[in-house]
């Protein structure tokens, strides 16, 4: 081939294209829009023009739509095969954080709401609870005064905790003094309470004689409804506490376990009037 024959050449018209490479151009769904529309606008002016029968147009139009049909069903399929290759490459591609510890913990924030309108039977247990009783005072009264029963188990400032619990928070010699002086406040709001339930309402107070190794508030716990909430105690801790709450719908194993801790831990404290519990 000469320079002057190269089609490829500036200013030389473009060489037509042939009609199997404009066939191979056209994708398959093209092609398919192409030769239903064709057929469509055929059947349409046959049936208009009175060339053919109408069983000729009825049958013909009944072809179309069967077309059309699997047409759509077609690329529905592959449109599903699509979305599951996306999801496929994106879920390699994203890491995978739906068991992340980092979702499932939270910041603890001590005193910090947790819902205990309407609850009947109610849990706490912690170290001096201080902030946890005076935050919920107002609910922790409404809620006896319906009838609820509430059950509080903090460390005894008697025992041997405050001493423990000055260790674990790394304090010089002296400090369970610090530790049995945040107690008696709560202690405090725990009688006022007291004096306050009026009708079926129940307040019950047992003090520990160990530091228990994490805070909780249970909310309704033998009900499907309920909750738990768990502060992980830090050993010398550093303002940041994490914390965590269970459903009874949602994380049925965990939090049967941690409904039995509270077993554990209320039976092993002793009432305010001096009785212990084996």
Known sequence: MTGADDPRRPGRDPVPARPATL???????????YLVSGTALVVGALGLLNVTSPDVVAAATLAVLGVITFDLLTGRRRLGRIESTLRDVT?????????????????AVPGAAVGLAGARDIRLVGVTLSRTIRSHLDDLRQQ?????TVRVALIDPAGPAPEEAARRNGLPAGGAEVFAHRIQPT????????????GGGRLEVRLLRFVPAFGMVLVDPEKPSGRISIDVYSHRPDGREA??????????????HFARE?????????????????
């Open 187 to 198: 202690l405090d709001l725990l009688d006022y309470l007291a004096a306050q339930v009026t």
């Open 23 to 33: 066939v191979r151009r056209l994708t398959s769904g093209e092609l398919e829009a």
């Open 243 to 256: 914390m965590v709450t269970l459903r009874a719908d949602r994380d049925p194993v965990w939090y049967q």
């Open 91 to 107: 879920g390699s591609l994203r890491p995978d954080v739906g068991d992340s510890a980092d979702r499932l913990l939270t910041a």
């Open 262 to 278: 509270f077993d554990q831990i209320w039976a092993g404290g002793r009432s305010r009037d001096g009785r212990s519990h084996p």
């Open 144 to 148: 006896l005064a319906a009838g609820a």
